[in-house]
């Protein structure tokens, strides 16, 4: 039976996925860049009800408190669409390693997204790079394909642990 909303079921799934591709590895960014987003979301939050705690001590703030709460409501509606809008980016930018591609789908905003790949046999080099103190610790930085199609160079940022995925990498390259 047709549907117009016929979802796959598998977690291994995407589109575009070619007859006898084998997904071997998914990953998003390194969780440090949406957890520190998070960090700034709680400060937000947390905005409102200090500057309640400072205005409610003034004279005139009675009078204005109905107005101060709808800016509040107002201001809470903002901060609960930008933080969908950091999780959609965050949950929605993947990198995925197949048994016979390198694909990256980067969510840039609403309804605008990029999507790289580049055939495993075109790959002619394969690096990381880790970059600063926290990146050193929480051992994530930067993947860097280079091929030999017309993108010349794939770069795939902020991706956890790059030493790894850059041995994926060069073991599906080795089986072809």
Request: aromatic share 24%.
């Amino acid at each position: 039976m047709f549907s117009l909303f016929s979802f796959i079921k598998s977690k291994n799934s995407f589109e575009g996925k070619l007859p006898g591709e084998r997904v071997i590895f998914i990953t998003r960014k390194h969780w440090f860049f949406f957890f520190l987003p998070l960090l700034i979301f709680f400060f937000f939050f947390l905005l409102p009800f200090l500057l309640y705690l400072w205005l409610r001590k003034l004279d005139w703030f009675s009078s204005f408190s109905s107005l101060f709460w709808f800016l509040v409501s107002l201001y809470f509606l903002f901060l609960w669409i930008s933080l969908f809008y950091a999780l959609m980016r965050y949950i929605l930018t993947v990198t995925i390693v197949t048994n016979q591609r390198v694909i990256r789908i980067e969510t840039k905003g609403f309804f605008n997204y990029e999507r790289a790949e580049t055939e495993l046999k075109r790959i002619q080099d394969v690096a990381f790079k880790i970059y600063g103190i926290f990146g050193t610790f929480l051992n994530f930085g930067n993947l860097e394909i280079q091929t030999a199609g017309t993108e010349v160079k794939f770069i795939f940022t902020q991706l956890p642990n790059p030493e790894k995925i850059k041995e994926i990498v060069i073991r599906e390259m080795r089986k072809i």
